[in-house]
């Protein structure tokens, strides 16, 4: 029962209580007192049950707090070991690459050496292939055997010779070289012409004899055969010439065609044998020689004169001198 209503009912029951006769007074007397005794008992009980309710509940409370707890700490836990595990794993796995990166390196210093010991075989076997006379320095007392005769020989293409029915030969390894060239300095709008190549040791004889002939031994020796000679018996070289020119080789240094060969003959394998001012012969500049694209190259950048350069250093570019 709700306590205002309890209130209402004491108030009626006292009223009534008042305006009764002495035994109804009585009666009413122990009637109020047990409804009060009863909702006392029942507010009390209400009271009790209510406490009881809530220390059930705040013991709930309590574990259900604890139980969480241990499982924050369980998950905490768990979540601890997960990290260690991905650490060492990622650890186990920076490891792994550094010994990837390790063995890639070894691989590669070992592809390195195989590579540069199938180059050196390759060096080896081209350098057995090629004639070593096709680098050596000649002088006067040092010329090319008089048996010697190249390789193989190709025809100069007839529209570069100066003499067109007189067939000129090369080198046949040199040929492309010096199509190339003169297919080049051509486009470039010059008439580069060619007036000797390879020459015979016979046909050497007879043409020095024939100077001789004309101008008496000692003139002969000074500007015909002797160093030049044998690079003419050996192929590479050839002596050019321009329509202004003609036959004669003078003033070929003053032409664009000779420009032309200085700024870029060495692309093509060709240097000036005989240069200005060389202490080993006379100025021959039009007297070029075939010493391959990668030697011709070093001289020209070091601005040196192949005469000049140790026999030694040049034997290294004789493996390449047709590469
Ligand atoms: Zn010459």
Not at 98 to 124: R, W, Y
């Amino acid at each position: 029962m709700p306590q205002g209503g309890v209130k209402c009912a004491t108030i009626t029951l006292m009223k009534n209580f008042f305006m009764q006769p002495i035994n109804g007074k009585i009666l009413l007397g122990i009637g109020l007192s047990v409804v009060s005794l009863s909702s006392f008992g029942y507010i009390f009980y209400t009271y009790i049950h209510t406490i009881n309710k809530l220390d059930v509940l705040s013991t709930d409370l309590v574990n259900t707090k604890n139980e969480y707890q241990a499982k924050i700490y369980e998950n905490q836990t768990d979540i601890k070991k997960m990290s260690d595990e991905i650490s060492s794993i990622v650890n186990t796995l920076t490891d792994e690459q550094k010994k990837s990166l390790l063995i890639g390196d070894q691989l590669g210093a070992i592809g390195q050496q195989v590579g540069a010991i199938g180059g050196t075989v390759g060096n080896l076997e081209k350098l057995s292939k090629t004639d070593p006379e096709l680098l050596k320095k000649y002088s006067k007392v040092y010329f090319l055997n008089e048996h010697y005769v190249p390789l193989s020989l190709s025809n100069i293409d007839s529209k570069y010779l100066i003499i067109k029915n007189t067939p000129l030969q090369i080198h046949s390894s040199v040929a492309p070289y010096l199509q190339r060239l003169l297919d080049d300095s051509t486009s470039s709008g010059l008439s580069p012409e060619i007036i000797s190549a390879f020459r015979s040791f016979g046909s050497q004889a007879l043409l020095k004899s024939s100077y001789k002939f004309t101008y008496g031994a000692g003139t002969a020796n000074a500007f015909s055969a002797e160093q030049g000679y044998s690079e003419h018996q050996l192929g590479t070289t050839v002596d050019f010439a321009t329509p202004t020119t003609g036959t004669g080789f003078s003033g070929f240094d003053k032409t664009p065609e000779y420009t032309w060969l200085t700024n870029n003959a060495y692309k093509y394998g060709f240097i000036i044998s005989y240069p200005e001012n060389n202490s080993y012969y006379k100025y021959e500049p039009w007297h070029w020689r075939f010493v391959g694209v990668a030697l011709a190259t070093t001289l020209h950048n070091r601005n040196e004169y192949f005469y000049n350069m140790d026999q030694r250093e040049i034997d290294t570019y004789l493996a390449n001198i047709f590469d």
